[in-house]
């Protein structure tokens, strides 16, 4: 598929293509090498962003090499970290999965909790020790009735 200006290509691909996530590659036929921008086309990483939070990028194959797919995994991970606004701050997690395995995490951020440190003091025990007591009397005294 040639470069076309604006979007027509979407409208004539149909909407099942981008169900499925199957769209057309572009592909400069004015070069003169078109078996190189063929195979351009075929070995790149697609990365869709869509609204929801998760994205999955295909960056090897179960054929290639060892060192390859290492290669292939830090190098989509670089790039795609460039896409998200905060960068490394915008990623939640970063999971790894091959075809017949369990998702297997490779980088996980820790919430954005505000710690906050109660000081226990003699009075503060007391207080809820009587609530935990004024509570188990409420109890008690239903006899096995129940609030409607």
Not at 20 to 42: F, G, V
Request: net charge positive.
């Amino acid at each position: 598929m040639g470069k076309e200006k604006g979007e027509k290509w979407k409208m004539r691909v149909g909407k099942q293509f981008f169900k499925k996530k199957k769209l057309p590659l572009p592909i400069d036929l004015s070069h003169k090498n078109w078996k190189e921008q063929i195979e351009r086309a075929c070995s790149a990483a697609l990365l869709f962003f869509s609204t929801s939070t998760c994205c999955v990028v295909r960056v090897a194959k179960a054929s290639m090499e060892r060192d390859d797919i290492i290669e292939n995994v830090s190098a989509a991970i670089d790039e795609i970290i460039e896409f998200i606004p905060k960068k490394l701050g915008g990623v939640r997690s970063l999971h790894l999965k091959f075809s017949d395995s369990a998702t297997l995490p490779l980088y996980q951020s820790l919430p954005d909790i505000k710690l906050r440190i109660e000081v226990v003091t003699e009075k503060n025990v007391e207080q809820e020790s009587m609530e935990v007591e004024e509570s188990d009397k409420k109890k008690k005294s239903k006899n096995g009735k129940f609030d409607r």
